[in-house]
């Protein structure tokens, strides 16, 4: 029965891992896109992105999600205060 909850945990592992990773990657891609559109964005982004992108190197999956939503929630308001930007 342990092993079946261990396997189970793995699974739930890897799941996060997967959502982190394709979310790093998207807001990093949208990063570069609206960089070239306003430069400041790019320094705007990069502190909480890169703490994302060490949590998730460090497979604090959880946490690492949880900045990306903080990230993300600066990307929203900066693309309502900038409607040039790409959207998201």
């Known amino acids: 029965m342990s092993t079946d909850a261990g396997r189970g945990q793995?699974?739930?592992?890897?799941?996060q891992r997967q959502d982190v990773a394709a979310l790093l990657q998207r807001t990093y891609?949208?990063?570069c896109a609206a960089s070239t559109v306003?430069?400041?964005?790019?320094?705007?982004v990069a502190p909480g992105l890169t703490v994302a992108a060490q949590l998730y190197e460090g497979r604090?999956?959880?946490a690492a999600m949880s900045q990306l939503a903080g990230v993300?929630?600066?990307?929203?308001?900066t693309r309502q205060a900038c409607p040039?930007?790409?959207?998201?």
């Open 38 to 44: 306003v430069p400041a964005v790019a320094q705007q």
């Open 84 to 88: 040039a930007l790409p959207e998201l």
């Open 10 to 15: 793995v699974v739930v592992d890897e799941l």
């Open 60 to 62: 604090q999956y959880p």
């Open 29 to 31: 891609r949208w990063t």
């Open 72 to 77: 993300l929630a600066m990307l929203h308001q």
